[in-house]
T-cell receptor, first 113, second 111 residues
Framework: DTGVSQNPRHKITKRGQNVTFRCDPI?????LYWYRQTLGQGPEFLTY????????KSRLLSDRFSAERPKGSFSTLEIQRTEQGDSAMYLC???????????FGSGTRLTVV | TQLLEQSPQFLSIQEGENLTVYCNSS?????LQWYRQEPGEGPVLLVT?????EVKKLKRLTFQFGDARKDSSLHITAAQPGDTGLYLC???????????FGDGTTLTVKP
């Protein structure tokens, strides 16, 4: 297993466009998490899945954000009608249990111009 | 207010010095993790602590979980330039589905 894989690594998009990111977790991990990180801040929770079920979504997350994990394998995070404030590093992580540490991917750096 | 407060925010030291960084909260955690992150990369898990008073060592790094499971510290002995990075703590509240992160301590070790 090569760890958690995220694609693309970098994305530049114009304001108002939609973007989609993909995360492939470690295959034995049934929990998958999405976090967002801006410069000088720690990762901020967005949402998480146990298998294919989305169990929690941050109240800070607008309706423009949606995530899926079909068949409990890879996950996608879509942002509709991007805004400049969406510019951040989007991190995906997976874990085998609910209270152990996470294995993070390298992230997707989004820049909205 | 932040659930986890990390201090100091920035730390710059010379190679060979010792240092301690802190992670504090008023909440009780079922587990707490420390991660190290380099620019442009995701955080890398260093350790998980679960028992109050627990001490774990990873080479030159010593991690301690407070007796009340509300705080933690990371001590580095004889720091090296390769220790440079952002050190993040993350806590897992009981019955919470996810970890909450602090804003980290940025460590720079000068040769």
């Amino acid at each position: 297993d090569t760890g958690v894989s995220q694609n693309p690594r970098h994305k530049i998009t114009k304001r108002g466009q939609n973007v989609t990111f993909r995360c492939d977790p470690i295959s034995e991990h049934n929990r998958l998490y999405w976090y967002r990180q801006t410069l000088g801040q720690g990762p901020e929770f967005l949402t998480y899945f146990q298998n294919e079920a989305q169990l929690e979504k941050s109240r800070l997350l607008s309706d423009r954000f949606s995530a899926e994990r079909p068949k409990g394998s890879f996950s996608t995070l879509e942002i509709q009608r991007t805004e400049q404030g969406d510019s951040a590093m989007y991190l995906c992580a997976s874990s085998p249990t609910w209270d152990w540490g996470y294995t993070f991917g390298s992230g997707t750096r989004l820049t909205v111009v | 207010t932040q659930l986890l407060e990390q201090s100091p925010q920035f730390l710059s030291i010379q190679e060979g010095e010792n240092l301690t960084v802190y992670c504090n909260s008023s909440s009780v955690f079922s587990s707490l993790q420390w991660y190290r992150q380099e620019p442009g990369e995701g955080p890398v898990l260093l350790v998980t602590v679960v028992t109050g008073g627990e001490v774990k060592k990873l080479k030159r790094l010593t991690f301690q979980f407070g007796d009340a499971r509300k705080d933690s510290s990371l001590h580095i002995t004889a720091a090296q330039p390769g220790d440079t990075g952002l050190y993040l703590c993350a806590g897992h509240l009981t019955n919470a589905g996810k970890s909450t992160f602090g804003d980290g301590t940025t460590l720079t070790v000068k040769p």
